[in-house]
């Protein structure tokens, strides 16, 4: 592969011919596509319909040398204010079919893990209602092992389908990828962790085991999950959600607080008042801004109590 520089016009065609001309975007803010309203331009943005159109994609990008970043709902991610080179492939609304067979549901990467869980509550199977608040895609919880409220998206998956990037062999035979589906015993699941993220795996889809429960019950559950979301968390501002990971016998909102870091800030970034565990955007936010205030909780945590934080929010793209 050779080291890539621009996206040549044969390769823009082809992408085109994959996915279709109307969706692929020419210098695509991401800013548009995270939950943070944070981030530069995508070089190019190409949002696939099918599995058929995904595979084409990656080969494409694959063959061609160009990096490819994969982005769902973008609620996890700080994309750098210079941005992403080569090919973000966006996994969303167009790319979000959900199929109910039994106690089973197939969702594509792009659904959001509300839409099965509604699609699980209509069917009177439970098991995702913990789930069912976390914003992200189907794609992005099997990558992280999302979770929330002693349940993760481990719990209740089966199998994931996953594209395999191909070796750096020369030839274009070598370059293309493989579809395989893996067990969930296959996947190297703990916490925040996944084989999918460890070794560049891309999801294609994922399906899950569920149990039959009480339609009403189930609600009722949602709903009481969401209610204490909207109460203890900062859904009112833009976030790429929780910033850190839990530290080990440790709360990190807590730990921040202790600090005397609520309400601290730089620039458009803030950590939360209302929960110490979030960084917003405030308005006008800058990944530069966001970077700086992680480190600076970071430093004053890690004086004070002794304590790593570790973020949990991932940063792509160009800083």
């Known amino acids: 592969m050779h080291e890539y520089d621009s996206l040549s016009e ?24 995270t939950t943070f309203k944070i981030g ?57 079919h959900i199929a109910l067979d039994g106690t089973r549901i197939t ?25 069912s608040g976390i914003p992200a895609t189907v794609g992005g919880a099997c990558f992280m092992n999302a979770g929330a409220y002693d349940t993760c998206t481990a719990d209740v998956l089966e199998s994931v389908t996953v594209y395999v990037p191909g070796g750096p062999d020369e030839g274009a035979a070598r370059l ?23 070794e560049g795996l891309i999801v294609i889809s994922a399906t899950f085991s569920l149990s039959p429960g009480n339609a009403a019950m ?27 990971k839990r530290p080990e016998g ?3 909102g807590k730990l921040i607080m202790d600090a005397g870091l609520a309400g601290a800030r730089v620039g458009g970034a803030e950590v939360s008042t ?18 700086a205030l992680i480190e600076h909780v970071q430093d004053t945590v890690r004086e004070k ?8 929010v991932r940063r792509i793209g160009e800083f």
Not at 10 to 33: F, K, R, W, Y
Not at 177 to 190: F, N
Not at 221 to 241: H, V
Not at 274 to 291: E, L, P, R
């Open 250 to 252: 440790y709360f990190a």
């Open 107 to 131: 969702a594509e990467a792009g659904a959001l893990l509300r839409d099965v869980a509604l699609v699980a509550a209509d069917a009177g199977l439970t098991g995702m209602e913990a789930l």
């Open 274 to 291: 209302k929960h110490c565990g979030f960084v917003v955007n405030t308005g006008g936010a800058t990944a530069a801004d966001v970077c």
């Open 10 to 33: 044969d390769v823009i065609c082809t992408l085109a011919a994959a996915a279709g001309e109307d969706n692929v975007a020419m210098v695509e803010p991401m800013s548009q596509h």
């Open 40 to 96: 530069g331009p995508a070089d190019v943005l190409v949002t696939p319909e099918t599995p058929e159109a995904l595979v084409k994609v990656l080969d494409t990008c694959a063959i061609a040398g160009v990096p490819v970043t994969i982005v769902g709902n973008g609620s996890d991610l700080l994309v750098g204010d210079r941005g992403i080179r080569g090919v973000v492939v966006l996994l969303r609304e167009n790319y979000a």
């Open 218 to 244: 189930i609600r009722a559950d949602m709903d009481t999950y969401q209610q204490r979301r909207e109460e203890k968390q900062p859904l009112e501002l833009p976030s790429a959600g929780s910033t850190f």
């Open 305 to 312: 109590f002794g304590v790593e934080l570790e973020p949990e």
């Open 176 to 198: 293309r990828g493989t579809v395989k589906t893996l067990g969930r015993d296959e996947l190297g699941m703990g916490y925040r962790k996944s084989r999918v993220a460890v």
